[in-house]
């Protein structure tokens, strides 16, 4: 008990922290902070069709973050993740332009979400590439690497891919309907895009927490000198775990087309990736704590959209409240190392 308390106590000062420092900001915008909160944690679950779309959220997030902690445990610092999500979009897009009636349509759902998961981990292995062979800074190289995908996605949209006669923001031609993945009734909510995000999980769990691959891949993050002295390919296992992450948020991508826009739109990641990054963060790339805290973060974003028709109040205080949580647990994490170097 003492040790559950020791290992929790920093993290929960964090978590109050943000609750105190986004209610001063509110207060002194004369807005009710529990009324705010109260709205926040509510609005997603008040009706069926509020619910499914925070699902419909959720979804996409938790395959980025999921995909994340793997380039985390690899030690890189997979920042291309919006990038990897677009260009995996742009990829099922190319696949289902392709599409002629026929009654084989899973055939084309499956065709749809390979190719966007194959494009976003070749899009992640140029990080990678960049990193080993011409030493940038996955970062930076992740950063450019986002642009070059939003760019390669405007181009399509208002270029070889847009609307007969106009090019248009809100992208290409619609998929015909008998493409688009089944939904509950009454809702937007694409049974099949939570599924594929919680066996997504799952894996990758397994891959890192209950195989000699994961054991290697996170030895390799901890010290790439001292592995390959052990004989452990560390540059192989950064590479296969950076694909993993991006593969995993080209899938996100091409979900977002099938399940979602069911057309091409610019920017189809839609800051999905970033705030993927906040949740594995948050999670310390710990996997067993990225779909709660992926949900939570869903809960928030989905929430806040209610937070105008009930208070009146902009949404926008939703992201002020995760940017301040994600700062709370990094300060919280870095004064319990110093308490455990003392």
């Known amino acids: 008990m003492r040790q559950f308390f020791e290992r929790y106590q920093m993290p929960a000062i964090g978590l109050v922290s943000a609750l105190l420092i986004t209610a001063l900001v509110m207060l002194s915008a004369q807005v009710p902070p529990l009324s705010v909160y109260g709205v926040l944690l509510t609005g997603s679950f008040s009706t069926p069709t509020r619910f499914a779309d925070m699902l419909m959220l959720a979804a996409p997030l938790l395959l980025c973050a999921v995909g994340l902690t793997s380039s985390f445990a690899a030690g890189q610092y997979n920042l291309g993740i919006e990038g990897q999500m677009t260009i995996g979009g742009v990829a099922a897009m190319a696949v289902l332009r392709w599409y002629v009636?026929?009654?084989?349509?899973?055939?084309?759902w499956l065709g749809a979400l390979v190719a966007g998961a194959v494009m976003g981990g070749i899009w992640?292995?140029?990080?990678?590439?960049?990193?080993h062979y011409t030493r940038?800074?996955?970062i930076f190289a992740g950063l450019g690497l986002n642009f070059v995908a939003l760019g390669v996605s405007l181009y399509l949209v208002f270029g070889p891919w847009k609307r007969p006669g106009v090019a248009s923001m809100s992208g290409t031609e619609p998929l015909p309907e008998a493409l688009w993945l089944t939904t509950i009734a009454g809702t937007r909510l694409a049974w099949l895009t939570p599924l594929v995000a919680i066996a997504v999980c799952v894996v990758v769990w397994w891959l890192l927490r209950r195989t000699h691959w994961g054991l290697q891949v996170r030895a390799s993050g901890l010290s790439p000198l001292a592995s390959e002295r052990f004989q452990v390919p560390a540059t192989r296992r950064m590479f296969e775990a950076m694909w993993l992450a991006g593969a995993s948020a080209g899938l996100a991508g091409a979900l977002q087309i099938l399940g979602l826009y069911h057309a091409l739109v610019p920017n189809v990641a839609s800051g999905i990736g970033l705030m993927g990054l906040l949740v594995a963060l948050i999670a310390r790339a710990d996997i067993r704590w990225v779909a709660p805290i992926a949900l939570m973060f869903a809960t928030l974003t989905a929430g806040s959209i209610q937070l105008p028709l009930a208070l009146a109040v902009?949404?926008?205080?939703?992201?002020?409240?995760?940017?301040?949580?994600?700062?709370a647990m990094i300060v919280s994490r870095a004064m319990t190392r110093q308490r455990g170097r003392a």
Do not use: M, N
Request: charged residues 10%; hydrophobic residues 65%.
């Open 101 to 108: 009636d026929a009654p084989f349509v899973a055939f084309w």
């Open 314 to 327: 902009d949404s926008s205080i939703s992201g002020v409240l995760q940017g301040v949580l994600v700062l």
């Open 124 to 131: 992640a292995l140029l990080v990678a590439a960049l990193k």
């Open 136 to 138: 940038v800074s996955e």
